[in-house]
């Protein structure tokens, strides 16, 4: 039985930490990112560094506008353009945060495009890999030092990345790029991928806490731009108010919620874990990893 979404909140609001805390939320600018971050901003009553990294500076500026006004003097809600598909642009935003912040106590990883083909960028990775995958094995990569000198002063230092964990499958270790399988199986691993990720940066830095969820079926935008035609038509009645999906039971600002809920109280102690729909631990539920896929994937990304 899900938690009420009451005690969630009550749960969270508790949440008050002795320093100002710096959040990262790559892909905040909309779907479940964004509902996310504005809880976040919610139960730090804005007090709080935050930062929305994505590609719509409008839509950031009126998340920021909605949030809690601090009462800090060193707060700051900030936004930074970046095409998350392409790892050199990563780099560039990565340096940009570093040089604004030493240290990062919440990285949240979510963006990603609803997509069925398969499409190289200039980098010669494919788009929907890059984002549910490089992309943010490269913001962890990047500003891990930065979240492990939070860490270090007895502050949160805790990532998460949101896509599906509990659904993956067996990967081939002799086809890590993905270019030999078909589409839907490539979709699938990318949850290995993401368990894989977590257990990579938890061997190599035992000092954070690394999370990756699986928040169900949540009424989003996500897939609304989508090129395949039959993807824009699932996500137009999945958000329309008449949805024959109307009674799916998350909606982004609840689906928030829960996702902070499983960051800041799950995942409570360094290393990997998993989390579900509730932001509850699921443990190893399809689970599909191993040792040697997790080092073989590893210096693969490297």
């Known amino acids: 039985m899900a938690p009420a979404i009451s005690v969630i909140k009550a749960r969270s609001a508790k949440f008050s930490p002795s320093y100002l805390p710096v959040a990262v939320f790559v892909g905040g600018t909309s779907g479940i ?111 891990a030092p930065a979240l492990s000198k939070a860490r270090e002063e007895n502050e949160d230092a805790k990532v998460l990345s949101v896509l599906s964990a509990g659904n993956g499958v067996k990967i081939d270790v002799n086809d890590l790029e993905l270019k030999k399988c078909s589409t839907m199986t490539a979709v699938r691993a990318v949850a290995t991928y993401n368990d894989l990720m977590m257990d990579g940066f938890a061997l190599h830095y035992p000092n954070l806490a690394l999370a990756h969820s699986y928040p169900g079926w949540v009424r989003t935008p996500l897939g609304l731009d989508s090129p395949t035609f039959i993807v824009r038509v699932i996500a137009t009645l999945t958000n329309s108010r008449f949805s024959p999906f109307s009674y799916l039971p998350l909606s982004i600002e609840e689906c928030g919620e829960y996702s902070l809920n499983g960051i800041l109280h799950t995942a409570s102690t360094p290393g990997a874990w998993r989390i579900g729909k509730y932001g509850e631990d699921i443990g190893k539920k399809g689970y599909f990893g191993n040792d040697e896929a997790r080092d073989k994937l590893w210096d693969h990304t490297l």
Not at 38 to 62: Q, S, Y
Not at 109 to 121: C, H, I, Q, R
Request: hydrophobic share 40%; with cysteine.
């Open 33 to 143: 990112g964004r509902g996310i971050a504005e809880a976040f901003a919610r139960h730090t009553k804005g007090n709080a560094n935050i930062i929305l990294v994505g590609r719509n500076r409008a839509a950031a500026d009126e998340i920021i506008a909605g949030f809690p006004r601090p009462t800090s003097p060193f707060a700051k809600h900030e936004f930074l353009h970046c095409d998350a598909t392409l790892m050199k642009n990563i780099q560039i935003t990565t340096k940009e945060i570093l040089s604004r912040h030493s240290k990062v106590n919440f990285l949240v990883l979510s963006p990603g495009v609803l997509n069925f083909t398969k499409e190289d960028t200039e980098e010669g990775i494919d788009r929907t890999l890059a984002l549910f995958y490089y992309g943010r094995w490269k913001f962890a990569y990047d500003l």
